[in-house]
């Protein structure tokens, strides 16, 4: 059976640990573990390790927003993959447009997706085209070159272990998702360019999600006609009911 993810992303919010826990605690209280679904929730880090005591029955898996790709030293306000892993996180992501728009180039990514997986942790590889981009029909060549770099020099037997975020970013926090049948197109694209670049034979093993204005009425969409793996899920994470309802649509 193949697992269906539903990966929160809370950016920089909420702006209190009391919050914070709230939030967790009415997705916690709510859910059910399943072996079909994984619940992720990636908050800022400061909240990971008091989320992390509330988990009652694990049912929430913790993520991570970034990691550094040195494991320790003089790295003045980083925080390390070993110390993520220390926490009892288990998912990254990487390469989120929001951090390439501040610095985050594909060598630093490919950095962190390297240390990442050293630390037996899962990266999250975000990618996706601008609307320029798309407009200018190079949505593939992007999608390619990021994955291409993103993942240089990454062991054969560790890319089934990435995952790919399929984040167009003019669909993200724009209330214009991007239609299923692109997304159904991108995600083969996706599979054939693991084959073309690194030679993998079985790339249905790739999950590959969908992010980018997701919410409880087109959620399951993307699944169903898109055929992701599952989603990577912004401000609809931020409020509990809507985050709710998205689980509760793949029971
Ligand atoms: C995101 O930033 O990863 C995201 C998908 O955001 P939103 O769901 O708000 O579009």
């Given at each position: 059976?193949?697992?269906i993810f539903?990966?929160?992303?809370w ?13 967790f ?16 929730i ?6 990971l ?5 509330l ?21 003045t306000?980083?925080v390390s ?22 610095g ?9 997706i390297h240390?990442?997986l050293?630390?037996n ?11 320029e ?5 190079q ?19 560790y ?22 049948e692109?997304?159904l ?23 590959i ?13 993307y ?29």
């Open positions: 059976m193949k697992k539903i990966i929160g992303n950016k920089c919010n909420p702006t209190s640990l009391s919050e914070a826990k709230n939030l605690l009415s997705i916690n209280k709510k859910i059910k573990k399943k072996r079909k679904i994984e619940t992720v990636c908050p800022p880090f400061v909240y390790y008091p989320l992390a005591q988990n009652r029955g694990h049912k929430i898996v913790l993520g991570a927003q970034d990691t550094f790709f040195e494991e320790k030293g003089a790295f306000g980083q993959a070993v110390m993520l892993k220390d926490l009892g996180c288990k998912y990254v992501i990487v390469g989120h447009s929001e951090k390439r728009a501040h985050d180039n594909d060598e630093i990514i490919n950095k962190k240390i990442l050293k630390e942790l899962t990266p999250i590889l975000c990618i996706g085209e601008t609307k981009e798309r407009e200018k029909k949505t593939f060549e992007k999608i390619k070159y990021q994955i291409q770099e993103g993942l240089r020099k990454v062991a054969k037997k890319l089934h272990k990435v995952i790919i975020a399929y984040e167009p970013i003019w669909a993200i926090g724009t209330n214009k998702p991007c239609p299923p692109s997304v197109t991108i995600s083969i694209f996706i599979r054939k360019t693991f084959s073309a670049l690194f030679g993998l034979k079985k790339t249905d093993k790739i999950a999600l969908y992010g980018g204005s997701v919410n409880a009425d087109n959620a399951k969409r699944v169903e006609e898109a055929r992701v793996n599952g989603l990577l899920i912004g401000s609809s994470s931020l409020k509990a009911e809507e985050f709710l309802k998205i689980i509760f649509s793949f029971y």
